[in-house]
């Protein structure tokens, strides 16, 4: 029976723990300076529309933009729920294919200097240029056509990274892997991998952002509306009717989701490497 107070007390101080930790890392200054330059940018945002009386279909202060965003919310949050999907599954076939087309340029520098360049010509072909064509060629599904055009833009960085960071492995421990017989797949299972896992991360970060931008820019082009209309297309008849209020709370939406794909990804990131790697580890000094 003693031992049941002990056992509280002990998960009552590994709580209170827990709680410092989180408020010290909501103080710290990873966090602390980026809000306070914000709500800073928001302040002179606010004095300056209200010094210059700068009417709404032109800027219209950050309160009227939050107002508007409330007031809009059931036409463009299913629209977000939209573009959401999109971003999604583009983003997950890129991590997929990314990673499977890095594993097999490894395997043969021949295939990888075969194949690479052409990766390198799908990422720098401006996808404005090319989504009207995959529109046209997948017209009987455009949800497809979208989520095709948002996986060319987030699909290079899972490839480039993984690849540098396939390469990148130790080669004393590869020469070791071999003295030892291990076979081509065991050193890229328990050396290539694990020494990959930090820019294959450092990419996941870098094709969330992407996979939005694709999936927005495609929708863009595509224009289309009905219940199936993703957030882009709100902007684009926000605009069209000088609703420019409506156009600011859509866009902050989008800016809200993007920074929430960067944080999450960064927040797995870091998760995954805090216990070994460099970029990771926190140390007193």
């Known amino acids: 029976m003693s031992s049941l107070p002990e056992t509280n007390g002990r998960a009552s101080t590994a709580q209170r723990r827990q709680r410092t930790r989180f408020m010290q890392r909501l103080l710290s200054a990873s966090w602390l300076a980026p809000t306070l330059v914000g709500v800073a940018a928001v302040i002179l945002w606010d004095v300056l529309v209200r010094v210059t009386q700068t009417p709404p279909y032109i800027l219209p202060g ?62 720098t072909t401006p996808i404005v240029a090319i989504a009207p064509l995959i529109i046209i060629w997948l017209k009987n599904n455009t949800f497809l056509a979208l989520v095709v055009c948002a996986w060319i833009v987030a699909f290079f ?59 927005v820019v495609a929708e863009f082009v595509a224009g289309t509306g009905g219940a199936r209309s993703g957030i882009a297309y709100q902007i684009l008849m926000s605009s069209y009717n000088l609703q420019i209020p409506r156009m600011f709370a859509a866009l902050l939406m989008t800016t809200v989701l993007g920074v929430s794909i960067f944080v999450g990804l960064t927040l797995l990131s870091d998760r995954l490497l805090n216990q070994w790697h460099e970029s990771a580890v926190r140390r007193e000094n």
């Open 62 to 123: 950050p309160g009227l933009v939050i107002k508007t965003l409330i007031a809009e919310w059931p036409d463009l949050f299913p629209s977000l729920l939209v573009t959401i999907q999109i971003t999604l599954v583009a983003f997950l076939a890129a991590v997929v294919s990314g990673l499977l087309i890095a594993i097999v340029f490894t395997q043969s520098k021949w295939i990888e200097r075969s194949f690479f360049p052409y990766a390198v010509i799908l990422q």
């Open 157 to 215: 960085p899972i490839v480039s990274n993984t690849t540098l960071g396939l390469n990148s492995a130790d080669h004393s421990l590869r020469n070791l892997f071999e003295l030892y017989g291990a076979s081509r797949w065991q050193t890229l299972l328990y050396l290539r991998l694990p020494a990959a896992l930090p820019y294959f991360l450092g990419g996941l970060r870098i094709s969330g952002g992407l996979a939005l931008i694709g999936a």
